[in-house]
C-alpha cells in the first residue's frame, strides 16, 4: 500500500472521529480495492447550513477523495415524521414541497465541499412511498419498545411523563430502511445520531446484506461555547459572507480552537500537530486562531477571500477603523426603493423581522453613519454610490442598484 | 316506537354487555331510523370457531334482526402482525393464503348464525396493502407510547423484561384503520379487545368521522371453567357433532349454566327469568342444564338434532347403555385399510397424533368393544357392516367403506 493512501486512511478513521463500528472491518475493507458505499442522511428541515453540520461532510470528502461512493439520502418522508433524536418534545412535521426546496438548498452548500457530479442523491419518498403497512410491520418487529425506550432522550420524556408518540419509535425503523434500500457499507453522522445509524445493521442483516459500519463524530460547540444552534445565534453558517466568517470564527473561545482544526478543516493530523503546539507555548491565541480563520475561510471562499478577511478584520476589530469602501462587501438589489426593514433582510444582515425589529431597537443598525430605528424608512438606491450599511461595530455592507 | 322494538334494543344494550361506549349515543341511534354500520374484526388465525368466540356473533345476530348492516372485517392483514391483546408473549405470524383459508371455514361457521347472504366482508389487505409508511406515521403520532404501555398485557410484560416488539404497538393502529376505512358506528369485541377497539375512535375524529360505538363482553369459561380454548381442549366447537355438543354441554360446571344461557343463546333475558328462578329452586341442575344443551344444540343443528342429542344423552350417559347402531353417530371413509391412529384422526376423535398417543396409552379406545393400544393395527372398512370405535365412556363412530 503506498504511503500515502495509508495516511489518508488513517486520518479518516480517527481525526474527529467518535465511535465506529465496527472499525476493524471498515479498516480492512478501506484497505481492499472495493468502492464502498458511503451514506448520508439528512433531513432537510431547515435552511441553514453551519460549519458544525459540515464536520460529517468534511469527512465525506475524505471518502470521496478515496474513491468511494457517496449516497446522500434526503429524507422528505422522514422530515415529514420529524426526528427527535436531539430533542426534548415532539417536532413540527414539515410539508413535502418545503423539504424540497431546503435540500436544494442544502445541496448548494454542500458542493462547497463535495464533488456533486459525483454524488449518488435519492429522496427516500422513492421507496417510503411504497412501503406499506405489512412492511413497516415487519421492520418493527426487529426493534424492541424496551430498546427504543432506552435511548437516553426518550427515557428522560418518559421518566418525566412528557409525551412520546410512536410515530418517533418509527423514525430510526425508517433511517435504517433507508440503508437497505442503498446497500449503505457505511453510515457516518454526528453522536445525537448514534442510535438512528445502528439501526440499520438488523434490518440489513434481515435483508440478507452486510451490516453496515457506523462512523460518528461529536457535536462541535458554537462560537459561545454552547451547542451551535440557530436559536443561539452562535452559529457559522457556509454562506456567511467571507469577512462576516472571518470574524465570527475570531470569537469563539480559546478552549475550541484546537477542535476547530480538527473538525472543521481537511488538514491532516501531522499538519494539525504545529498549531497544537504553538497553543502550549506562550503565544497569544489570537494569532492562531487568525490562521485558523484563514484556513476556513479559505476552504469555503478561497484563499484571496480568506487574505481580505484578515484584512479587514484586523482594520475593524483591532485598530477600530471603518473600512474603506473597496474592503466593505458590496450588495447589489435589483430594486430603486426599499424599505430599510426589507433591506436588511435583502442583504442577509438580518435573517427575520423580528432580527431586524431587534436590531433596530436595540440601536444598533446606522445608514451612511447615523443611527436608524425606522424599519419604514425608504432607502432610495443607486448603481453609482452606494448605502453604507452598518450592523453593531462589526457588519458592514455597501448597497448598489445592480 | 313498537314495544318488539323496544324491547329488542334493551336487550341487545344489556344482554351479555360488559362495557359500552358510549351508551347513550348508542342507545339514541338505535331508537332513530339509521341503519347503522356494525363492524366486527376476526384474525382468522386458527380452524376452530368454538361457542366463546360465538358470543359476539350472537350480539351481531341481534343486530342484524334490527336491521343493521354487520360489517365483517377478515384481518388478513393484521393476522400477519399479530394481536397479543390476551397474550403473554409475540405471536407467530401467519402466511396470508392460510389466513384467507382459516377465513372462509370461519364464515362458513358464521353462517349457521348469521345470514351470510347480507353481511359486508372486507379483507383488510384491500387498503392495508396501499397503506404507505407516511400514513403509518400519522397514524401513529395519535397513540403515545405511555399509553400503550398502560394497556395490562404490555405493562406485565414490560415490567417483567418480556420483550415486546415494536410491530405489536402497531396493531391495535392497524384496528382502527380499519374502522376508519369502513365508517363504522359501533364495535363488537370480547373485552380482551377493549383497547384495540378504543384506537379506532381518536383516527375516526382525524379523519372527520363521528366516533364510533363500542361493545365488548365477557370472555366465556370452558366446560371445566377455565378460559375457552383450544390449549385446554375445554371448548365446545360449532362444529362439534350434535350428540358431542349435547355431552359436552352437560359437563360445564353448575355455575356456568346462567352465564351460558346468557352468552350462548339467543334468548330474551325475560325468557332466561325462568331458568333463572328453577337454578335457585331445589331442582337438579342437571335438567337445566339438559334444557341448556337442547337450545344450544337446536340452534346449530336444529331441533332434530336437538332432541336425538338428549336420548343419546340419556341413553350413553345416565343409563350407562351403549346406543344402538342407529343412534351412533356414522362416519365414511373412502380407503378400505387404514391404520388404526389415522382412522381415529379421520373420524375426529382424535385432533393430532400426540393425541392419538395419549388415548391408546390410556387404555380409553375400543375397536368392536375390545380395549386396542397399537396405534398401527390394520383396520379394513366395508360399506355393509360398520366398526364400532367407541372413546372413553361417551364417544361412539360406526365407521364404513364410502
Redesign the interface.
Known sequence: MPQKKDILIQNLLTKGVSRIIDREHLEEQLRSDKKLRIKFGIDPTGTVVHIGHAVPILKLRAFQELGHQIVLIIGD?TA??GDTSDKDAERPMLKREETRKNAENYLAQFGKILDLSKLEVHYN?EW???????????L???????E??DRDN?SKR?KA?I????????YP??QG?DNVQVKADVEVGGNDQYFNLLAGRPLQEVYGQSKQAIMTFNLIEGTDGRKMSKTYKNFIGLSDAPNDMFVKIMEIKDELILLYFIHCTTLLLSEIEPYKARLLSDENPKYIKMDLASIIVSLYHGEEAAIAGKVYFEKVLTDGIVPSEEEIEKAYLDTKEIDLGNLLKEIKLCATTGDVKNALSGGSIRVNNEVVSDSKMMISLSSEKGILIQMGKKKFRNVFLK
Chains 1, 2 share one sequence.
Request: charge should be negative; proline fraction near 0%.
Open positions: 418522508s415529514q415524521v419518498s417510503m412511498d411504497t412501503t406499506n403497512f405489512n412492511t413497516v410491520g415487519e418493527a418487529k426487529n426493534f424492541s419498545v424496551a427504543m425506550l426518550f418518559f411523563g409525551r412520546i408518540s410512536l410515530q418517533e419509535f418509527l425503523i425508517m430502511w
